[in-house]
């Protein structure tokens, strides 16, 4: 059994891990980089080995940082099967075709500027919609939580609960070659105890080797119930002074928990129920939407009573261009979930440009803001921002809630280590170096590896 590492190695986007054993090409994932640098670069470049080859895809999770490059992947001629989830694959299908539509809008944008500057810079988009589509017909067995699939003779793959976003799964693959038989378990992205709408991890018992991320191997997070508190308050001192409240957001997850803290709220009478939510949208409303379609992925007490955790009195489901305009003429009493979480485009900034400089208005970021985002330069305390072409003096209170990260912190990421018995080597993956280097030393004496990109390993 070989494995060797073509993402997320020494980085925190980008996940494609290749294993091969038993006469068979396994990928684990095959995600966008993301984040600061030339991103379409480094997108572009070949895999590092040879995508005709590939037999089976299995895929952890449908965040696009690991399964955003699977068009590309079927565009140089991948012609496997993807086994992954029926949570995941739903949700896979939406974050792929979102991602093809943003590759052709920014290459229309490549092209404007390099024919503005006489130049033929590369303008063709990393994938069109019409590959993605394609992409999609390769998806095939859907796996089921704990139950083993003989993906091949010899080859076995287990999907635990990773409980990191609905469907998100932890890998177990198992080979048996020439009589000897050799496991790895890939983590996929490990997730946070104690999250209202999914199951704890659930790590398998025990494996040959673990490859494993560590987006958060160096620090603890603070209580949930803390920042539950901070959302209801920054609620009602908005609506006490007569604003609204906007909360830029992506659409996988934390949208999803937002309405059901909401919901909570209104339940435990510390949010008003005459409060009109708009969920403004339609990825995250079609997310919303996969959401009740798949309760075996969620947990079980979450539907016993038959109710709908998702469901709000005054909740608005904004799918149409006109009924999101209309919203800007509403002056206070909402809570206004808009796209995309970074600001960095998306509805949301209209509805920035609406309310951030009211003193009455609250805008409550809940999620990761990366440099050079507006998001980042309204939480970094700038008095005036551009939104839209347009320069908006900062009068809202500004908030930024932590606590509701979809990851383990570090104690549960060494928690679910430690879980998996008879392990001889643990690669640390997807994460950053400084981090990965804490983390390390807070394991347990053993062999530990930080590969590099394509780096190979015998296991
Ligand atoms: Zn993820």
Same mark, same amino acid.
């Given at each position: 059994?070989?494995?060797?590492?073509?993402?997320?190695?020494?980085?925190?986007?980008?996940?494609?891990?290749?294993?091969?054993?038993?006469?068979?090409?396994?990928?684990?994932?095959?995600?966008?980089?993301?984040?600061?640098?030339?991103?379409?670069?480094?997108?572009?470049?070949?895999?590092?080995?040879?995508?005709?080859?590939?037999?089976?895809?299995?895929?952890?999770?449908?965040?696009?940082?690991?399964?955003?490059?699977?068009?590309?992947?079927?565009?140089?001629?991948?012609?496997?099967?993807?086994?992954?989830?029926?949570?995941?694959?739903?949700?896979?299908?939406?974050?792929?075709?979102?991602?093809?539509?943003?590759?052709?809008?920014?290459?229309?944008?490549?092209?404007?500027?390099?024919?503005?500057?006489?130049?033929?810079?590369?303008?063709?988009?990393?994938?069109?919609?019409?590959?993605?589509?394609?992409?999609?017909?390769?998806?095939?067995?859907?796996?089921?939580?704990?139950?083993?699939?003989?993906?091949?003779?010899?080859?076995?793959?287990?999907?635990?609960?990773?409980?990191?976003?609905?469907?998100?799964?932890?890998?177990?693959?198992?080979?048996?070659?020439?009589?000897?038989?050799?496991?790895?378990?890939?983590?996929?992205?490990?997730?946070?105890?104690?999250?209202?709408?999914?199951?704890?991890?659930?790590?398998?018992?025990?494996?040959?080797?673990?490859?494993?991320?560590?987006?958060?191997?160096?620090?603890?997070?603070? %209580?949930?119930?803390?920042? =539950?508190? /901070?959302?209801? @308050?920054?609620?009602?001192?908005?609506?006490?002074? #007569? +604003?609204? &409240? $906007?909360?830029?957001?992506?659409?996988?997850?934390?949208?999803?928990?937002?309405?059901?803290?909401?919901?909570?709220?209104?339940?435990?009478?510390?949010?008003?129920?005459?409060?009109?939510?708009?969920?403004?949208?339609?990825?995250?409303?079609?997310?919303?939407?996969?959401?009740?379609?798949?309760?075996?992925?969620?947990?079980?007490?979450?539907?016993?009573?038959?109710?709908?955790?998702?469901?709000? %009195?005054?909740?608005?489901? =904004?799918? /149409?261009?006109? @009924?999101?305009?209309?919203?800007?003429?509403?002056? #206070? +009493?909402? &809570? $206004?979930?808009?796209?995309?979480?970074?600001?960095?485009?998306?509805?949301?900034?209209?509805?920035?440009?609406?309310?951030?400089?009211?003193?009455?208005?609250?805008?409550?970021?809940?999620?990761?803001?990366?440099?050079?985002?507006?998001?980042?330069?309204?939480?970094?305390?700038?008095?005036?921002?551009?939104?839209?072409?347009?320069?908006?003096?900062?009068?809202?209170?500004?908030?930024?809630?932590?606590?509701?990260?979809?990851?383990?912190?570090?104690?549960?990421?060494?928690?679910?280590?430690?879980?998996?018995? #008879?392990?001889?080597?643990?690669?640390?993956?997807?994460?950053?170096?400084?981090?990965?280097?804490?983390?390390?030393?807070?394991?347990?004496?053993?062999?530990?590896?930080?590969?590099?990109?394509?780096?190979?390993?015998?296991?």
């Amino acid at each position: 059994m070989k494995i060797s590492f073509h993402g997320a190695a020494g980085d925190v986007t980008g996940s494609c891990h290749l294993v091969e054993a038993a006469g068979r090409r396994i990928l684990i994932d095959c995600g966008m980089f993301q984040g600061s640098r030339e991103l379409h670069q480094e997108n572009a470049e070949p895999f590092g080995f040879d995508p005709t080859a590939i037999d089976f895809l299995l895929l952890t999770h449908a965040h696009l940082d690991h399964c955003g490059r699977i068009p590309l992947l079927a565009k140089r001629g991948f012609r496997g099967e993807v086994v992954t989830t029926a949570a995941s694959r739903d949700l896979a299908r939406l974050v792929i075709l979102d991602s093809a539509h943003l590759q052709e809008e920014e290459s229309q944008r490549r092209g404007r500027t390099s024919s503005r500057r006489g130049s033929d810079g590369d303008t063709e988009p990393l994938y069109s919609t019409v590959d993605a589509l394609g992409s999609l017909d390769y998806f095939g067995r859907t796996a089921v939580y704990g139950e083993t699939l003989e993906i091949a003779p010899g080859l076995r793959a287990t999907f635990h609960d990773a409980g990191h976003i609905l469907g998100s799964a932890s890998i177990l693959l198992e080979a048996e070659e020439s009589g000897r038989r050799r496991s790895v378990v890939l983590s996929g992205d490990i997730g946070n105890a104690g999250r209202p709408l999914l199951r704890a991890p659930e790590p398998p018992a025990a494996a040959d080797a673990v490859v494993m991320e560590t987006t958060y191997g160096d620090r603890l997070h603070r %209580p949930l119930d803390a920042s =539950v508190n /901070e959302l209801f @308050q920054a609620i009602t001192e908005a609506f006490g002074r #007569g +604003g609204n &409240v $906007i909360v830029p957001t992506f659409a996988l997850e934390r949208a999803q928990e937002i309405l059901f803290y909401l919901r909570q709220g209104i339940e435990t009478s510390r949010l008003p129920a005459s409060m009109q939510v708009f969920l403004d949208s339609p990825m995250a409303i079609s997310a919303t939407e996969i959401f009740r379609r798949h309760p075996e992925a969620c947990k079980p007490e979450l539907l016993r009573d038959g109710k709908d955790p998702l469901a709000l %009195p005054g909740l608005h489901m =904004v799918r /149409e261009t006109a @009924q999101s305009m209309a919203i800007n003429h509403i002056s #206070g +009493g909402a &809570v $206004i979930m808009a796209g995309n979480g970074m600001a960095t485009g998306g509805r949301v900034r209209h509805h920035l440009k609406h309310n951030l400089w009211r003193r009455e208005s609250s805008v409550v970021f809940v999620g990761f803001a990366a440099k050079g985002t507006l998001a980042r330069e309204i939480i970094d305390g700038a008095r005036q921002v551009e939104v839209l072409g347009e320069e908006i003096p900062v009068r809202a209170h500004i908030h930024t809630i932590n606590g509701f990260s979809a990851h383990a912190d570090q104690a549960e990421l060494l928690a679910w280590r430690a879980a998996i018995k #008879g392990a001889e080597t643990t690669f640390l993956v997807h994460g950053e170096g400084p981090t990965m280097e804490t983390f390390a030393r807070k394991l347990p004496p053993g062999r530990i590896e930080i590969p590099q990109l394509h780096q190979q390993f015998e296991l």
